[in-house]
């Protein structure tokens, strides 16, 4: 659990995907970028932290309700179809009181928010990626910048639908992965 917990970590900050240098391309020369990065770290870290102290916390209580061990209750996720430790741990705090329902509902919409902000750094590293590199093309063949955007986000639609779907299951099987 905890070496997924780090590798959360490297994947919200964006660390091997270049979302963080792509941003700060589009900074002041003379920004004060120690500023920017220790806000960044602070509202990253703090994320982090009130996510695992629920998370954990949440478990830990199902763990002694039901007189299991804590690994017997936690899920990885490396089987198909089986969910995570969030998507476990705030249903189950939901249940047990009704007034967490609305902490519940916070938290998922802070799940939806990182979800979102993680798909607009890809996305912005593609477009700045193909813009940096096809400049003339671009402006030539492109009306604007949105176009280009919507024709990635299309594309990575259309790239992203087996695995929201029976077909990367079957994949597996019919491969034996």
Known sequence: VWVNAACQTFNSMGCAFGSMMCFASYNK?????LLDTIAVWL???ITSL???IFAFATIGNIATEQGTSIEDVIDDGSKPYRSGLNFRSVPSSNRKDASLAIVGSIFFF???CLALNSQFAIVEVVVTSIQDGFPVWIKENLVCHEILVLIICVVSFLCGIPNVT???YLKCVI???
């Open 29 to 33: 020369y003379n920004n004060n970028i």
């Open 43 to 45: 509202v990253n870290g």
């Open 50 to 52: 009130v996510v695992g």
């Open 110 to 112: 802070m799940l939806i």
């Open 166 to 168: 029976q077909v990367k």
């Open 175 to 177: 491969l034996n992965l």
